[in-house]
């Protein structure tokens, strides 16, 4: 049997509006007394919530993470600062009660069961600071989807016009592509639409190659007056959400400022790949210290970018990567997009190493992995990225040793293949 470690500890089943406590105490060598409550999720019965686990001395608390409404508790219960309580953020998946016996009271008893006999493993909470700047920089990424989504309506619309200019131009919105927009949504200025060659001499830059193309693919476009109200529509929301992402961006510098993230916002820049948006989610989502990490496989594997295991009678099998943090992994992964593309770096030898092995997704993935290794090593000693240049790892160099010693013994077959065909 598992013996209990925490004398005094509450579970907490979370709801909208309401939650179910149970309160578990007595000796760790004896069998636990519980209570249950239910409160509501109001602030006065928060409050009333807390003043109840303070009399009870509850020194520990557990909550699923429920959605959002596992916030609202914790705000409350972390309010108090002469109230020490420690509380423990559980993976929904960890703590799944049995089927068929699973009510509210239930559930919080099984929390409180498990808090009790240490085994339940943690999830990271942020402080307050990170907190707050991690709901502007999924904002910000949140907006950027959207502008994603209108700019493929508009280009269904264009479809549906028999306007054909995204299989010439590589970016519609370029501004080659704007302008031709323009013109067929408003003329160029004169009596009636434009002509196709008319359009097609709008092109700048190295669409100017293109001009043949250009005209082909407006020769002939069916565009109405419907299309062209969507066009403008979707237009005005694209140029709405540009102006609302300037101002996140705005708002996210001045809360790395006040949260004193500046330095660690810094150092995570130096780093190849990294700008100042992926810093930004990366100290939104995992914060500066890296002390809630004991190494950094620990990190990568909470990022979801670490390796899976799969054995099973001492055969190593292929395993997906390890699920984590979405928004930190979406972040890392479009890094190392760049950090492959920088010159003599350890992520493009890593990469150009894989790709021929594994394909190019999962060389991303794994040259993701070393990059979140890497800012871990940046994090925890508060220097600057150290360019590596592709050196090779101990176990690489053990590697390679093994391999070419055994190509030298498949060649010196041949020596003495040869000797024996002399004699």
Known sequence: MIPAIIERCAGIDVGKKFLAVCVMTGPAHEEAKAEVRKFGTIRSELEALRQWLQSEGCTHVVMESTGVYWKPVLNILEDDPQYALKI????????????????????????????????IRPSFIPPRAIRELRDFTR??????????????RVQKVLEDANVKIGDVLSDVFGLSGQLMLEALVNGLGGDGQPSAFDIAQLARGHAKKKLNELTAALQGHQMRDSHRALIRHAMRHMAFLAEEIETLDRDIATLIGDASLTPAYELLQTIPGIKSQAAATILAESGPDMKQFPKAANFSSW??????????????????????????????????????????????????????KIGHKRAIVASAHTLALRIYDVLQAGLPYQARGGKLTPRSVNRLVRHHTRRLKCLHRWLNDQGTADE
């Open 303 to 356: 990022s979801g970018l670490a390796p899976g295991n799969n054995e099973s009678a001492g055969k190593k099998k292929r395993a997906p990567a390890m699920k984590g943090n979405p928004h930190i992994k979406t972040a890392l992964v479009e890094a190392a997009w760049s950090a492959t593309r920088t010159r003599q770096s350890e992520f493009q030898d890593r990469y150009q190493r894989l790709r021929p």
């Open 88 to 119: 423990v953020l559980a993976n929904p998946q960890q703590v799944k009660a049995v089927t068929g016996h699973k009510t509210d009271p239930h559930d919080a008893r099984w929390l409180a069961h498990l808090l009790r006999h240490g085994m």
């Open 139 to 152: 904002r910000r990424k949140q907006m950027i989807g959207i502008a994603a989504e209108e700019r493929n």
